[in-house]
């Protein structure tokens, strides 16, 4: 009687274990939605959720001088002609990534309005405030960084 009762602790134990880091997971999985700014200052994206995958739209970008206004920027590199004339402002640039675990979230693609060109993506979350966002054709060796850092909105 004594090894059941044993072997049901055991077994409550474990499960009471998988809850919990399940839980973390799902806590952690989160850590990447927010509003986050290139490491030039001239891009700020925002992260969001849609069921279980994460999206990136921009939201603010440094403007051309000859071009001040952010709405007249127009997607008119897309392979897609029909694409061409909606705005970069807006524009969802990250798509379908998925959480990984370890902070990374991966499976995903990053569309670059400046070439038209969509790359497999990569992102890490490499500490609260700085995500390394990896571009990359093929192989993730042959990719390029970019780092965002998180807006803390005001008050926080």
């Known amino acids: 009687m004594y ?11 474990i499960v ?15 850590e990447i939605l927010g509003t986050w700014i290139s490491e030039n200052k001239d891009l700020k ?11 990136g739209k921009i939201i603010w970008f440094l403007c051309d001088p000859k ?6 920027f127009k997607d008119t590199e897309n392979p897609e ?14 798509e379908g990534l998925m959480f990984n675990g370890d902070n ?8 670059d309005p400046n070439t038209g060109r969509t790359y497999s993506s990569v992102v890490t979350l490499k500490d609260n405030n ?6 990359y054709w093929g192989i993730e060796l042959l990719g390029k960084n970019m780092i965002f850092y998180r807006v803390v909105p005001s008050g926080k």
């Open 16 to 30: 009471a274990n998988g809850i919990v880091l399940n839980a973390q997971d799902y806590k952690q999985q989160d």
């Open 81 to 94: 002609p029909k694409l061409r004339h909606r705005p970069w402002l807006g524009m969802e640039v990250v």
């Open 3 to 13: 090894n059941y009762f044993k072997k049901v602790f055991l077994v409550v134990i």
């Open 67 to 72: 071009t001040p206004n952010m709405s007249d």
């Open 130 to 135: 700085t995500l390394v966002v990896r571009g």
């Open 104 to 111: 990374i979230w991966g499976n995903g693609t990053i569309y």
């Open 45 to 55: 994206v925002e992260i969001y959720k849609k069921e279980d995958k994460y999206f």
